[in-house]
């Protein structure tokens, strides 16, 4: 896909281009979009005993949480290389409203599961938050874009955790029991993400130079048709996907169990109230808030150093720390150590995050949304695989978290698979010097204006 005025530069504190008037809504609906995936996730010791589950029962609605978003992740990728991004993120919004407000409509198990697994749909947002990023930014500063927008919509699952519990107090205010207050307090988010879906609509467009439908009516990008499958065909063809498939599972779906069990974890194994352990949880994803950008920064500093193989390198020294701190994390008895252990390994995770897609733009430039559909499943495929460890009756969260960590540290071998042809390093370099050269060119002309 040959898009062209990407932007070189990133300039968090301007609106006047339409680079990043997208950078700004596509990482706040992301941001919304978490918070209406896991709103529910610091409030599951009151739904446990409403609902009176087991804990085979709540493994099973985390599970459900993520695994359909591996499906609709896999079909939302050529859906925006068809149709662009700004239609695909409208109506996931939309829809994805419904299920999280209707969540409290669930009077038993079953039904809880059912909304669960609808909820889960939303978590696509991600993939439409990549593909957006890397349509709008250059070579240079596309692994930055990519890991601060996702970084900050991941927030969602740290700022839920601890506000969830908040709202759910302010309802509890109004005179209602913890039953009915847990079903209220869900409307907040599904509220929010229903308006911001209209506000995506008119807000973005699909690239720097105009939507899909009108670059196609100009020429200035190929037909539609077969673009979706054509794109997906060239994208599970690729070994390369399928290695970052499964690293992406090792360090996203690790953050999507830790989201989903944490508070849970330091309410029982610490014996914290609600709000104080929501709290506490709510700080492994609050590392978002740069960790993740930290490593898209570190990408492309790798990147204009060492080419392609510098991105590759530094993701499995960050995948490699991530399993080996959640190792040390799971055995840690005292509160404070606990503490302190989680940020320094929710650190390593959010920087692999960020570097697992400062790699993906660069793997198949015609099937990009293909690519980062199937790699982004590739975290909630993950975050399944971990969700059988968390509702076996034989296994110990502790243990759990410990199998876990070495699972991570197998999967970062995997990074040696990543390989790139010469052809390919050089282009790009190519590609990555041209941007900076384009940045300076700005630059300089700005100085000559003022």
């Keep these: 896909m040959d898009i062209k005025n990407k932007a070189t530069e990133i300039k968090l504190f301007s609106l006047k281009t339409v680079q990043m008037r997208t950078f ?58 068809k149709t662009g991004s700004r239609k695909a993120y409208t109506w996931l919004l939309i829809l994805g409203s419904l299920p999280v407000m209707g969540i409290g409509l669930a009077q038993n198990y079953e039904t809880f599961l059912l ?45 839920t955790q601890m506000v969830m519990p908040l ?25 929010a993400l229903f308006i911001t879906g209209f506000a995506y609509y008119f807000l973005t467009q699909d690239a720097p130079d105009g939507n899909y439908k009108e670059l196609r009516e100009r020429g200035e990008l190929e037909p539609s048709e077969g673009k979706g499958m054509a794109s997906f065909m060239l994208a599970i063809k690729d070994y390369r996907v399928w290695a970052l498939f499964v690293i992406y599972a090792a360090c996203f779906g690790v953050e999507l169990t830790i989201n989903n069990v944490a508070a849970l974890y330091y309410h029982d194994q610490f014996q914290l109230d609600v ?56 055995q840690m008895a005292v509160l404070v150590l606990a503490v302190g252990t989680m940020i320094a390994f929710s650190l390593f995770v959010q920087m692999s995050e960020g570097a697992t897609f400062g790699i993906v733009p660069f793997i198949n430039r015609k099937a ?17 695989a971990a969700g059988f460890l968390f509702r076996s009756e034989n296994i110990t969260m ?27 390093q050089a282009a790009e370099k190519k590609a990555f010097d041209a941007a900076l050269a384009e940045r300076q060119r700005l630059k300089a002309e700005a100085g000559v204006l003022s």
Aim: proline fraction near 2%; include cysteine.
């Design 24 to 81: 700004h809504t596509t990482w706040f609906a992301f941001f919304l979009a978490f918070f209406g995936w896991f709103g529910i996730a610091p409030l599951m010791a009151i739904v446990r005993e409403d609902l009176m589950l087991t804990k085979a029962q709540i493994g099973n609605t985390i599970i459900a949480s993520v695994a359909i978003t591996v499906l609709v992740r896999v079909l939302i990728g050529p859906l925006c290389d």
């Design 115 to 159: 909304f669960r697994l609808a909820i889960g749909a939303i978590g696509a947002a991600f993939v439409i938050t990549q593909y957006h990023t890397s349509v709008m930014f250059a070579p240079n500063v596309v692994g930055t874009a990519n890991a601060t927008t996702a970084g900050w919509g991941n927030l969602g699952g740290g700022v």
């Design 167 to 191: 709202i759910f107090t302010a309802v509890l205010s109004l005179g209602v029991n913890e039953f009915l207050g847990w079903r209220l307090a869900m409307i907040v988010p599904g509220v």
């Design 275 to 330: 709000k104080t352990a929501g709290l506490i949880a709510g700080l492994f994803g609050l590392m978002n808030i740069f960790a993740r950008s930290l490593g898209g920064f570190f990408s492309d500093f790798f990147a204009k150093r060492m080419g392609l193989r510098g991105r590759v390198m530094f993701l499995f020294v960050v995948l490699l720390g991530e399993g080996v701190l959640l190792m040390v994390f799971s």
């Design 368 to 384: 990009l949304g293909a690519v980062a559909g199937i790699v982004g499943a590739g975290g909630n495929a993950g975050a399944v």
């Design 398 to 424: 502790q243990q759990g978290l410990l199998y876990l960590g070495i699972m991570v540290a197998v999967a970062s071998v995997g990074t040696v698979l990543v390989r790139f042809s010469p052809a390919v």
